[in-house]
């Protein structure tokens, strides 16, 4: 062997030596390869490499991943927290119901797609805001708004697939509710450390703890603590006691679970557990003195309630309860049913039953639409004003508003017919307006009272019958309006000038814009409704201080202020006139078409209303407290071919004719002796009117110019007419039959309801007896 070849094999050794390996060839001498019994050696004498997995498992290499993962996860959550910026509230978060209330607080119902309402945290009892850190979070006031640990739990829980578990803070909970989602994932949970970071450095402890109970979910279709207070014990979120509060704060670990009603027994002794760590932690904090926690006993939540809907009259109120508000702050529908608005009603709870009752017992259960096919056409309507503050006290908008939409107290389609009569009259006192022979319109005025007479003066030519094409002669203004006799008004708006009857009647309440002046105006052939005639009476009850009836009392809203306006406007006509009006109203009432509301102890104004072919009957009455006008109207039934169409009452009830001094009359008097409370007396500033003496006898009285050759027809003081025509009333054509005011239908006798003993009213046996009608100053 060379030189080379022996170099060669020998660094062919030392490289198998170096791997630990024999060599291949008999380098020992020993005849044997690989053997290394003879010359060989271990390389290098050291220790043993690692071998397999555990090479790449080193000390170092396990310090350096794990400081790298912290540097990375610290620089990856720095970058986090320069790109998540805090968002908008989400839009469910935001959603609110709207809350109607009676008067007294009682609620009428909440709308709205969420039964939520936002309250300000000063609203809240401050023992039971600490109820709920107490339950949730006992460091809210000194930490940073978020639990690591308790997030790192959650995080470990979500990628395990193990669901909602591990702890938050309040601050966590308020950013998962208002401004993310309940989705459990990753991302969101990491957003939500983020920005409940963020929203700590930049609200207030309050703040946070007021979006918390606001937007967290208590059962029962409750969100927030106001939906909640009321949904487990009837209260507003003010009212809560600490007891009371620790039970909420409770329920929110699992709503449905802790909910006394339904829970089982287990669920109820883990309730109270939960109730008892509540109080406890409270008392540990220094929030709840430890003698008070002693005394507590646990307050078992009220059964559920099923929401309040829209049946009934409550749809009605609701519907233009919500009108009322939008006008006022200028609203569009999309803000108001954003929600968030709390809305009192002036309606009184008790006044309102009773109008209801009346109306059902009066005129609904007479009804038989299976037995008379008119009883099906029959709507009802009926609006009640207190005239000292506008207030509309209560409001009848028909049998159910499910069934039927249209409010008949505030629709505007049916004749008010002789309602109107009183204001050609209050524009001729108020106008001093003269007759044709120029004497001085008084309720001492005579007029011709002769049917189908032509009016003199006009430049359209008008002629009205009266009811049953009845002529009554001469007679004063006070006994045409006992008998509504329709001859004897349209001249008097002639007289008086028919611009100037629209301006009085725009000025007492009456929307008259658009109308033509023209003479058939006089029979009241524009359109009204219950609520609108209701406040032009308050305005002569009111003693000529306009009345604007608002149904809405209050408003309010978490970031916005309404203001309503004042019910009770300026003096729009005089004293005298207003007083005149009533003084002259009472003799309808004792000797004329409103004789079925007549009362020995209680002074009552006011005037019944038949429209053409009896498609409406009125009665819109007042005392000194209370003024209510109840309007029927003559409305095609559901399914057949008149649906819909202003049509004939006739035959409605077994009558003949439903005219305004039968079931308008009769409901009128069935609520207001009840609502109104003790009697009472009108004061009076006037010398003219039935209220004041009897008017003079027009045959000994007769005018010095007759505006007409009266005739010699009888007055047939037997048979007073009520406010029916039977023909459509005419725009300009005297031809035309207008309505008028004909009580000879006997009305429904049946005492709508038992009189209460302590304001009982009867039918005196001579109405014209009473003495001391007016109070003078």
């Known amino acids: 062997m060379g030189r080379a070849e022996e170099r060669q094999a020998r660094q062919r050794g030392a490289r198998r030596a170096a791997r630990g390996r024999p060599a291949g060839g008999d380098t020992s001498g020993s005849g044997k390869p690989g053997s290394g019994k003879s010359g060989g050696r271990k390389s290098g004498g050291g220790k043993a490499k690692r071998t397999g997995i555990r ?21 990856s959550f720095i970058v986090l927290y320069m790109v998540v910026d805090v968002p908008e509230g989400n839009a469910a978060a935001k959603l609110q119901s709207n809350v109607y209330k009676y008067k007294n607080g009682d609620v009428i119902a909440r709308t709205g797609e969420l039964n939520r309402e936002v309250v300000d945290l000063d609203k809240v009892p401050k023992k039971v805001q600490k109820t709920f850190v107490a339950a949730e979070n006992k460091s809210f006031y000194n930490d940073k708004g978020v639990d690591f640990k308790g997030t790192a739990r959650g995080l470990i829980n979500t990628v395990a697939g193990k669901g909602k578990q591990g702890g938050s803070t309040i601050t966590q909970q308020y950013v998962k509710n208002y401004y993310l989602t309940a989705d459990q994932t990753v991302t969101r949970k990491l957003k939500e450390l983020v920005i409940s970071l963020k929203v700590d450095q930049n609200k207030s402890k309050d703040d946070i703890l007021a979006g918390y109970i606001n937007t967290s979910y208590y059962g029962r279709g409750a969100y927030g603590i106001q939906a909640a207070a009321q949904a ?3 209260v507003d979120a003010k009212d809560l006691d600490v007891s009371q509060g ?10 449905s679970q802790y909910d006394w009603t339904s829970a089982t ?9 939960r109730w008892n760590y509540v109080l406890d932690n409270m008392v540990e904090k220094n929030w709840l003195p430890a003698s008070e926690r002693e005394g507590l006993k646990f307050d078992k939540p009220k059964a559920p309630k099923a929401a309040p809907g829209l049946e009934g009259q409550t749809g009605y109120l609701v519907k233009e309860a919500k009108a009322e508000v939008m006008r006022a702050g200028h609203l569009s529908e999309e803000q108001f049913d954003a929600g968030g608005y709390t809305i009192t009603l002036n309606v009184d709870k008790k006044k309102q039953a009773q109008l209801e009752k009346a109306v059902d017992k009066t005129l609904n259960d007479k009804l038989d639409p299976d037995k008379r096919k008119a009883d099906a056409r029959v709507q009802a309507g009926a609006a009640s004003v207190d005239p000292k503050t506008g207030k509309v006290l209560a409001m009848y908008g028909g049998k159910d508003y499910v069934k039927h939409y249209t409010n008949n107290a505030t629709r505007r389609d049916y004749q008010p017919a002789s309602t109107f009569k009183p204001l050609i009259l209050a524009a001729a006192l108020e106008n001093g307006a003269k007759t044709q022979s120029g004497q001085p319109i008084t309720a001492n005025t005579i007029y011709d009272g002769t049917s189908e007479r032509p009016v003199k003066g006009s430049d359209v030519a008008f002629a009205p019958p009266n009811e049953d094409d009845k002529s009554y002669g001469p007679v004063t203004v006070q006994k045409a309006m006992n008998k509504s006799i329709n001859a004897v008004f349209a001249q008097m708006g002639v007289d008086v000038g028919m611009d100037d009857v629209l301006e009085t009647a725009g000025k007492l309440g009456m929307n008259v814009e658009n109308l033509p002046a023209v003479p058939a105006q006089t029979l009241g052939t524009m359109g009204a409704s219950p609520l609108e005639m209701a406040g032009v009476y308050a305005t002569l009850d009111n003693h000529g201080k306009k009345v604007t009836p608002a149904l809405v009392n209050s408003v309010e809203h978490k970031d916005r202020t309404i203001d309503l306006p004042d019910p009770i406007g300026e003096q729009v006509v005089e004293p005298g006139t207003a007083d005149s009006l009533t003084s002259v109203l009472t003799g309808v009432v004792d000797d004329g078409t409103g004789s079925a509301v007549r009362s020995p102890v209680q002074d009552v104004a006011g005037k019944t209303g038949t429209s053409d072919d009896n498609k409406s009957a009125w009665f819109t009455g007042y005392t000194p407290k209370l003024v209510t006008s109840v309007g029927l109207f003559g409305e095609g039934a559901p399914g057949t ?5 202003q049509v004939s009452m006739k035959g409605a009830g077994g009558l003949p004719r439903v005219d305004g001094g039968s079931f308008p009359a009769q409901i009128w008097a069935a609520y207001t002796f009840k609502a109104m409370g003790s009697p009472s007396k009108f004061d009076l500033d006037t010398s003219m009117g039935a209220a004041i003496a009897p008017p003079p006898d027009p045959t000994t009285q007769a005018p010095k110019e007759p505006t007409d050759e009266p005739s010699e027809t009888k007055d047939p003081t037997t048979k007073p007419p009520t406010d029916d025509p039977s023909t459509e009333p005419p725009t300009d054509d005297p031809t035309t039959a207008p309505p008028t005011d004909d009580p000879t239908t006997a009305p429904p006798t049946d005492d709508p309801e038992e009189p209460d003993p302590s304001t009982t009213i009867e039918i005196p046996e001579n109405p014209n007896g009473r003495k001391d009608r007016v109070n003078r100053d």
């Open 55 to 75: 090479r790449f498992f080193t000390l170092k290499k396990i310090l350096g991943t794990f400081f790298g993962l912290i540097l990375l996860g610290m620089l």
């Open 232 to 234: 487990y014990y009837n």
């Open 246 to 255: 620790a039970y909420l704060a409770a329920l929110l670990q699992a709503p």
């Open 265 to 273: 027994d287990a669920s109820k002794k883990l309730v109270e557990a």
């Open 641 to 645: 071919a008149e649906e819909s169409k």
